[in-house]
Structures are given as C-alpha cells and as structure tokens.
C-alpha cells in the first residue's frame, strides 16, 4: 500500500443515515463493519461495493464495533441506553451473530462505558477499557471476565496516574503483548505500559512515559497559533494502535491531534494534526489508522479530508477529498490495497 505510487480513488460510497462512530474490518477484508449514531449496524461487501440491510440495535444501542475471527459475528458495545437498566446491562458488550441477528453471549463486569476493544488476532480473548477506570480481559468462549485490571495509583518515576482519568489497551498484532495508556495527574502527560498477555499478572515489563511539554515542543514549528498549540497540547488519549512490528503506536487524542510513539522508549516520533474547515486544529476526536503495510499514516478531518503521512519522516503525502462532513472514522483493509473511510457515509478508496 504505497501511496506514492498512485492516487487513490474512491471506488464506492455506502449511504448512511447518521455519523458513524466506529468501524473495523473483518480480518479476511471482505467486509467493513460500520457502526453509527442511529444505531444501525451496516455490514460493507469490500468486494462489490455494496452494503446489506442495517441492523438496528435500539434495544442495546451500538457506538463500538470490533470484528472477531469468524465473519459472521462482531463484539458491540452501546451509546445511550434505557436509564432503567441495570449498571451491568447499561454497560454491556454483546457478542452478536449476523447470520441470524442473534445475541450469542453478552459480557458484563463494566459499570462504566466502554471506550475501546480490541480483538487479540491470535485467539479469541479480547481488552475492554472503560470509563469506570479498568481494563478487562475476556474470552468470547466465557461470559466472565479473565482478569480486571485497575488503575495504579503510581506510574514511571512514582507520578502519580490521574484518579479520573479513562485508560486505553490494544493488543500487538502478534497477540502476545498488549499496552495500556493512562493520564498522569495534574494533566502532565500519559503513561504507557506495556505487558506479556501470557503473564500479565506480573505486571508490566515496560513503563514509559509522554510528557505534554515534549508534545507541545514538536507541534510549536506546525504554524499554528501559541494558544492553540497549548491547548492540543494538553489533549486526552483515546486510543492506541501498534504497526505490525510492534515498534510504534500511534495514539489519537480527544482533539486534533495524533501522535506516533516508539513501542520500544516511549519517545515521541512523529505528531500529525487534524484541522477543522479554517484549517485550524479539530476540536473532535481524531481518527486515524496505519496503512496496511506501515508505510504511512491516514487521519479523518473535520472538513472532510483525509491527510496521507509518510510514517518514517512525518512528512504529508497527499490530501484526498471525498467526504461532505467530518471524517470520524478511517481503516485500512488488512487483505486488499483499499482503505474505508466515513462522515455520515462510508467511502471505500482504492488505487
């Protein structure tokens, strides 16, 4: 997937009814999960074009999705629900068949929303991290939880961890490490932790740490206004993905902004920047995925863009234009040289 070799194309377009909120491939690349605000969950032939008629998901709500290693089943977890639920129901993931549109197993133990999963592709355990300030790890064969981890109070260096603050987990793409992300307190930065998932007990074999003033130093030289530098500099960590050599994680953040870090030291690589229609920093999470072949980066942009990065240097290969509103949400297909992007629709980009 090298983007200097071509421009990329959009190839098709799947009509929404509201703004996606999350998506994943299946790992065999024939299909795109998408989920949206309405609570629709829409199923994507990546081969055709087309998509299949939408699950609607009022009863139990989707914002997340996450594809399992069977196409006909995805992990779920929901926005706003009944009030009137149960802590434990509210927040919930379910483990839905498509074949038959059927709950298969829910699994509870978050009294919190959870704000991320991530799929080991190794086996059928997963990671749930929540607002409830823990991460759970799970096996879709099992209802309970294999472990919760909570929060430490301490991080590298004894800094101390936010007590408020909403941890992020993924696993490598080999499945045999996994890393969590935390706020420090006094919003000085982020820990990352790294940890054996076959004995994640023993804690973490690796402790980093991402100050905001080392952000805030490689963001100063992007022309963008002093205020506005410090405040995406400050910004909240929303999720984590590594490259398949487990050498670098890129983070995206509450804001504008997405950062690439060494898995190795935690030293800030690259920071990449998602504007908004004036061309300054979005004020909306940023979305943001690897390539499939780790050669580049792509970020979603308020005004409908997506920026191409080259991921050794950080220099901007291409801008593309396609969407008519914010692009929330952007993946690369693990099989095929084609990426899927989504505002209110979904965009299938090929080259």
Known sequence: MDFRLGEPKISAVVRGKAPATSMSFDESGAFLFVASQDSRLRIVDCLRGTDKP????????????????????????????????????????????????????????????ITDISMNPADDTFLTSSADRTIRLWNLQQAGSLATMDLPR???????????????????????????????????????????????????????????????????????????????????????????????????????????????????????ICTNADGNPGTEPSAACWSSDDKTILCGNEDGSLFVYDATSGDTLRKMKGHVGRVGCIASNPRYQQIASSCTNTALWLW
């Open 54 to 113: 939408a699950f609607k998901l009022d009863r139990d709500g989707i914002k997340l999705v996450s594809s399992t290693h069977h196409n006909q089943s995805v992990l779920f977890s929901g926005g706003e629900k009944d009030k009137t639920q149960n802590v434990g129901q509210r927040h919930a993931l379910n483990y839905l068949s498509l074949h038959d549109n059927k709950i298969l197993r829910q699994f509870r133990g978050h009294s919190g929303e």
């Open 154 to 272: 301490r991080g590298p260096n004894g800094l101390t961890i936010d007590p408020h603050g909403i941890p992020s987990a993924a696993f490598d793409r080999t499945g045999l490490v996994f890393g969590v992300t935390a706020p420090l307190d006094a919003n000085v930065g982020h820990v990352v932790n790294l940890y054996d998932a076959r004995n994640y007990g023993s804690g973490a074999f690796a402790e980093m740490k991402v100050e905001n003033a080392t952000v805030l130093q490689s963001i100063t030289n992007k022309m963008i206004r002093p205020d506005m530098a410090a405040e995406l500099a400050k910004s909240t960590w929303t999720s984590m993905k590594f490259n398949k050599s487990g050498n670098q994680i890129l983070v995206t953040t509450n804001k504008g902004l997405v950062l690439m870090v060494d898995g190795y030291d935690g030293k800030l690589t690259h920071t990449f």
